[in-house]
């Protein structure tokens, strides 16, 4: 038997790449052209987020809410599930995301998408990169346009527009939606980092900054001694 130290991190994984990236390839030619929906649903998070925030932020935690149960439901549970074991624990916490969403969508005071502070902006800038960029991805890291990721089809750009926007907004139940999002990033940058994938940088540096923006934000509301 092997020492545990002369194991790597891929050691560790259950599937590989080409297994991995397959899972898009099928999840994408099963549900196309449901991608215009989801899309359109993308452009309606925006155009609510950009119209008046502070009023609409109940439509934006409906539609997010929508493509978290969707995405857990198809990709989760009916596809990744089948290469790793661990998703069985994962998926669930796709729906509980949605149920808080949900939640905070029709309570008073639950979530307006209007702060624009620095770490406001910054989630901002990511949620507009999870929307747009993660499509583009595969050409430009030598993968086929087949295997790509779209907000409400695959999890990460889901999870990472979903972060930004939380980034970007106040609200009773903000501390109880932050958590299984950033719980996300970090296992899927984790496994993208031990496949050596060059996507793994996003969603980490996603983590990092919401830890960071939760430092400020309570470094901000500590009264002064």
Same mark, same amino acid.
């Given at each position: 038997? !092997?020492?545990? %130290?002369?194991?790597?991190? /891929? /050691?560790? +994984?259950?599937? !590989? ?6 899972? $898009? ?39 997010? =809410? ?5 995405? &857990?439901?198809? $990709? +989760? ?6 290469i790793n074991w661990t998703i069985f624990y994962v998926a669930p916490l796709f729906a509980f995301q949605a149920v808080g969403l949900l939640i905070a969508a029709i309570m008073p005071g639950g979530l307006a998408f209007d702060r624009r502070d620095?770490?406001?902006?910054? &989630? ?17 890291? &030598?993968?086929? %346009? ?7 089809? *695959? ?15 106040? &609200? ?11 719980? %996300?990033? +970090?296992? !899927? ?6 496949? /050596? /994938?060059?996507? *793994? %940088? ?5 983590? =990092?900054?919401?830890?960071? *923006?939760?430092?400020?934000?309570? +470094? ?6």
């Amino acid at each position: 038997m !092997s020492e545990w %130290w002369t194991y790597r991190p /891929d /050691d560790f +994984l259950l599937f !590989s790449a080409r297994v991995y990236w397959r899972m $898009f390839e099928l999840q994408n030619e099963a549900l196309w052209p449901l991608h215009l929906v989801t899309v359109a649903v993308g452009l309606a998070i925006f155009m609510f987020l950009l119209r008046q925030p502070n009023r609409d932020g109940g439509w934006i935690g409906l539609l997010l =809410a929508a493509l978290w149960i969707f995405v &857990g439901w198809t $990709f +989760l549970w009916d596809r990744y599930a089948a290469i790793n074991w661990t998703i069985f624990y994962v998926a669930p916490l796709f729906a509980f995301q949605a149920v808080g969403l949900l939640i905070a969508a029709i309570m008073p005071g639950g979530l307006a998408f209007d702060r624009r502070d620095i770490a406001g902006w910054t &989630g901002l800038l990511f949620a507009a990169a999870g929307f747009v960029l993660y499509p583009l991805f595969p050409p430009l890291v &030598g993968r086929p %346009w087949t295997n790509a990721e779209v907000l409400g089809i *695959a999890p990460d750009p889901t999870v990472i527009v979903t972060l930004g926007l939380l980034l970007a907004a106040r &609200g009773k139940l903000l501390p109880l939606l932050l958590p299984i999002p950033s719980l %996300w990033c +970090l296992l !899927s940058g984790v496994t993208l980092w031990t496949m /050596d /994938d060059r996507q *793994a %940088w996003l969603p980490l540096v996603m983590v =990092a900054i919401v830890l960071a *923006a939760l430092g400020l934000r309570s +470094l901000i509301r500590r009264p002064a001694s």
